[in-house]
């Protein structure tokens, strides 16, 4: 029997602003519109965001004290008028605060240990401790929605980082830790995550020799939802299907 995968509330971002976007300047600055004026807001993810940040889609924004830049755009109004997340330092705070709140199936009794963990000339982003064993976790975005429209896919663009940090992943577990490769579907309604092989074709060796050697590779859904101006923000407690 299919246990249930519940979607648990997370967080919570009071008082966000709805802007327009009007176009994207680079790969971290989106021109956006609100209330009839003009600002530059930071896009903290270098995707390329297809078809979730394009001209006159409407924008979650919050606005910044300092820098060159007025807002940051943490989400986009999706499907059902639900969140897709795309702010990746966003992404991972949700996940480290999912760890510690014990909500996810897979990691339950384990606790954030460290942040962006150097391994070799490379950093990972969490060092989990789960009761007693070091877990190593590398998160990627996955905001780009298949043709089929509920499935999320990574990459949206050929990464050399991401095939890195891969098989830094894959010699971690030749080395005996239990590392976890997991992709944050930042997506409302998808049911599945596949890893885009058209984009970056490297990805069909790699991500199958990664579960056939013991790296965990699971993926989480990640959608806000806007109640009064406030951004509520859920993730589901166990992984979704992911095909590989």
């Not at 924008?59 to 910044?64: I, L, Y």
Request: net charge positive; aromatic share 8%; hydrophobic share 40%.
């Amino acid at each position: 029997m299919m246990l249930a995968n519940i979607e648990k509330l997370v967080d919570l971002i009071i008082g966000v602003e709805l802007c327009k976007i009007i176009k994207r300047m680079n790969r971290f600055v989106v021109l956006v519109e609100h209330n009839n004026r003009i600002y530059k807001a930071l896009l903290r993810n270098t995707g390329k965001l297809y078809g979730i940040v394009e001209p006159d889609k409407h924008a979650v924004c919050t606005w910044k004290k300092q820098g060159k830049t007025h807002f940051n755009l943490i989400g986009v109004i999706d499907v059902d008028d639900l969140i897709a997340i795309v702010d990746t330092n966003l992404q991972e705070r949700i996940f480290m605060k999912s760890i510690e709140k014990g909500y996810l199936h897979e990691f339950k009794k384990c606790r954030v240990a460290k942040r962006n963990p150097r391994i070799d000339n490379s950093r990972l982003d969490f060092l989990l401790e789960c009761r007693g064993e070091p877990i190593y976790i590398e998160l990627k975005s996955a905001v780009m929605r298949g043709e089929d429209g509920v499935t999320a896919q990574y990459p949206d663009t050929p990464s050399d980082r991401g095939v890195r940090h891969m098989l830094l992943l894959l010699d971690l577990r030749r080395k005996g830790y239990r590392p976890y490769l997991i992709f944050i579907a930042g997506l409302p309604n998808v049911k599945r995550f596949a890893p885009n092989y058209k984009v970056d074709p490297r990805l069909r060796d790699i991500v199958p020799k990664l579960r056939d050697n013991g790296v965990g590779v699971l993926s989480y859904r990640l959608h806000g939802e806007i109640v009064n101006n406030d951004l509520y923000l859920y993730i589901t407690s166990r992984s979704i299907s992911v095909v590989v």
